[in-house]
């Protein structure tokens, strides 16, 4: 039986102290054989966190089925008040778990985070800069790659071809470049061009890298009013295009930091991961102003299909490709094989 009335039925939710959301998926079974550093690593993201992000962060965690030792590491964090929300589940995938860290608050800002990174001091006000200076921007990646231009981009490009803010520039950090393609495992075997120049877009006195990856990047909340309830890959498959293409029905952009404002540890740990952390400054993080975000609506069917499927079709035949290196003004020397 009832007896009485709720006296919390009917009441609204107080507006949100937080700033800016980070939800991390961690998936840790066991610590042989790929997983033998994977808690050590996740430790130092987690660490790395902590030093460097402002005091109105949200940090949500999913245990994504990881061993005991993690989910006791992670009970104590939650209970230490070092992390604001944590969820235990059996494995469901890294998507379906990034889906439960996202559901439940209406925080303007939302960065989706592999359990491997090791973030740098001021990426938060770094990513705001980037929102800021660019009233488009859906998603703002801290950790410059070859050639995101790309990747899920046609809208941006397309919008912007005939306005000469579309340039290419000197890499700004090549050694934090080539430091993330090695830690996924490639040689150095890559074309030696894409360590020197890489497509821009500015804003008046602002500039951004065109393009953003995936395994770290901020987003606008809104982004996932409407979210799925389930994806059927635990890693792979159609999960990671659901945020890549996120962006696209809205019609805003996917940009990167110029600067490299975080690290991808991988699954084996190095000596240099925890010398960096020790080389931050012991100091407050400001919190940065957000400006009021332009409001969004989704784009016409015809617009879309124009902008990322038309447009795109061209836009990936070499000889296209080469005349727009070429009208954007990439070197001579590096058009035919860029």
């Known amino acids: 039986m009832r007896l009485g009335f709720n006296p919390h039925k009917d009441v609204p939710q107080d507006p949100t102290e937080f700033k800016h959301q980070v939800v991390i998926p961690v998936y840790i079974p066991n610590q042989e054989g790929y997983f033998k550093d994977s808690f050590k690593n996740f430790q130092l993201c987690l660490e790395s966190l902590f030093l460097t992000c402002h005091?109105?962060?949200?940090?949500?965690?999913?245990?994504?089925?990881?061993c005991t030792e993690v989910k006791a590491y992670l009970n104590d964090l939650f209970e230490t008040q070092k992390i604001n929300e944590l969820i235990h589940s059996e494995n469901i995938g890294k998507l379906n778990a990034i889906l439960k860290g996202l559901a439940g608050n209406n925080i303007?800002?939302?960065?989706?985070?592999?359990?491997?990174?090791?973030?740098?001091?001021?990426?938060?006000?770094?990513?705001?800069?980037?929102?800021?200076?660019?009233?488009?921007?859906?998603?703002?990646?801290?950790?410059?790659?070859?050639?995101?231009?790309?990747?899920?981009?046609?809208?941006?490009?397309?919008?912007?071809?005939?306005?000469?803010?579309?340039?290419?520039?000197?890499?700004?950090?090549?050694?934090a470049l080539k430091k993330f393609y090695y830690s996924i495992g490639w040689g150095d075997d890559y074309n030696p061009d894409y360590l020197k120049q890489i497509l821009t877009i500015e804003n008046g006195n602002h500039s951004a890298v065109v393009g953003s990856g995936h395994f770290v990047a901020t987003y606008r909340k809104e982004l996932f009013t409407e979210i799925p309830t389930y994806l059927g890959f635990k890693l792979g498959g159609t999960s990671e295009r659901y945020l890549d293409e996120a962006t696209l029905p809205y019609g805003l952009w996917r940009l990167t930091?110029?600067?490299?404002?975080?690290?991808?540890?991988?699954?084996?740990?190095?000596?240099?991961?925890?010398?960096?952390?020790?080389?931050?400054q012991n100091k407050e993080n400001s919190i940065p102003e957000l400006h009021a975000l332009a409001s969004f609506k989704k784009v016409?069917?015809?617009?879309?299909y124009l902008k990322n499927k038309l447009f795109i079709k061209f836009f990936n035949k070499r000889k296209y490709r080469r005349l727009f290196y070429k009208f954007i003004g990439l070197p001579k020397t590096m058009i035919q094989k860029y």
């Open 108 to 175: 303007e800002l939302v960065t989706i985070s592999d359990a491997d990174v090791l973030f740098l001091e001021n990426w938060q006000q770094e990513t705001v800069a980037v929102f800021n200076q660019f009233p488009k921007a859906g998603v703002v990646g801290i950790v410059p790659q070859f050639r995101t231009f790309g990747h899920c981009c046609g809208n941006m490009i397309f919008d912007n071809l005939l306005t000469k803010k579309l340039k290419f520039k000197p890499v700004q950090n090549v050694e």
């Open 55 to 66: 005091n109105k962060t949200f940090i949500t965690i999913v245990n994504n089925g990881s």
């Open 257 to 280: 930091t110029n600067d490299n404002y975080a690290y991808h540890l991988g699954n084996v740990y190095e000596e240099w991961m925890t010398q960096e952390i020790q080389s931050f």
């Open 300 to 304: 016409s069917a015809f617009s879309y």
